[in-house]
């Protein structure tokens, strides 16, 4: 069973915010009776927010769009594992990055 990070995301804000708070602050991207089904966690009968929504989605969540579109892959297409566009060279200096100190030294 996947974790749905996008619905906890919702019941969470639900907590705080009604569904027409949810939908004015995400700009309208998605309705309040979509977030109800959200929250209900009856999203999976609607289609999954779209890449132009994305922005208010973030906005609403306080996160980015990035997080956002992890949360929908993960729910609405059970995409968990992303593969690393780096390319082999980022890579390496990646591993050397990861071993040097955090601190400054004088």
């Not at 705080?16 to 109800?36: D, F, K, L, P, V």
Request: contains cysteine; proline residues 6%.
């Amino acid at each position: 069973m996947t974790e749905k990070l996008f619905t906890r995301r919702v019941q969470h804000l639900f907590r705080y915010m009604t569904y027409e708070q949810m939908a004015e602050e995400c700009g309208g991207t998605r309705s309040a009776s979509w977030w109800r089904h959200v929250q209900l966690e009856e999203a999976d009968r609607f289609n999954p927010p779209p890449p132009k929504d994305l922005p208010g989605i973030a906005k609403l969540f306080g996160g980015t769009e990035e997080q956002v579109a992890a949360m929908i892959a993960q729910e609405f297409y059970g995409v968990s594992r992303f593969p690393d566009v780096r390319s082999e060279r980022e890579r390496r200096f990646a591993k050397g990055l990861n071993g040097l100190s955090g601190g400054m030294r004088s």
